[in-house]
């Protein structure tokens, strides 16, 4: 097995998630720790068929309050999908599926998710369920959550400034 991913989540939630995967067989898994990484759940995930190419399993965000919850991505190159558990990995739902990939993920305090795909774009989901893309967000490689601010660090070729924040995702303060 090749461990690809490691989350812990932060907030009240407390629980560590660890991904891997076995290329040659196409097998994946999910292990989850709801006590400091003392003991451990493991269970396998069904990989998606990607015709011989490998498919990445990567835990991307971890719920700030739920500790039986996150998101994981898993495709091939150019041909993700963003994957929610509930039950701490027992079972997964696709909840989101860009055209490419998806490429960094964050939670803000008031549970909303924020996603970059391919192409720098920013995806905006209030619960979980439906996801849009903001049009008026700058192009971004990286995204980080702290309380009620989304912190967007730059594609510095397109962008004149290295970073902004919101708080809405409707306007973005240049750093």
Same mark, same amino acid.
């Given at each position: 097995r090749i461990f690809r991913s490691v989350m812990f989540s932060t907030g009240s939630a407390n629980s560590i998630w660890l991904t891997a995967v076995r290329y040659d067989t196409d097998e994946a898994w999910i292990f989850h720790s709801i006590d400091d990484?003392?003991? %451990?759940?493991?269970?396998?995930?069904?990989?998606?068929?990607? $015709?011989?190419?490998?498919?990445?399993?990567?835990?991307?965000?971890?719920?700030?309050?739920?500790?039986?919850?996150? %998101?994981?991505?898993?495709?091939?190159?150019?041909?993700?999908?963003?994957?929610?558990?509930? $039950?701490?990995?027992?079972?997964?739902?696709?909840?989101?599926?860009?055209?490419?990939?998806?490429?960094?993920?964050a939670q803000s305090a008031d549970h909303a998710l924020w996603i970059i795909t391919s192409g720098s774009k920013v995806i905006f989901s209030e619960n979980g369920e439906f996801f849009q893309r903001l049009e008026e967000a700058p192009q971004t490689i990286g995204i980080k959550a702290d309380n009620?601010?989304?912190?967007?660090?730059?594609?510095?070729?397109?962008?004149? $400034?290295?970073?902004?924040?919101?708080? $809405?995702?409707?306007?973005?303060?240049?750093?």
């Open positions: 990484g003392q003991t %451990w759940s493991e269970h396998p995930i069904d990989v998606v068929s990607a $015709d011989g190419a490998n498919v990445y399993v990567d835990v991307i965000i971890a719920d700030n309050t739920d500790p039986n919850r996150a %998101w994981i991505v898993m495709g091939p190159y150019l041909d993700d999908q963003l994957l929610e558990t509930r $039950d701490g990995g027992r079972t997964f739902s696709v909840v989101y599926e860009p055209d490419g990939d998806i490429i960094d993920g009620d601010t989304i912190y967007l660090a730059h594609r510095i070729a397109s962008e004149t $400034d290295t970073m902004s924040s919101t708080t $809405d995702g409707q306007s973005f303060d240049r750093v």
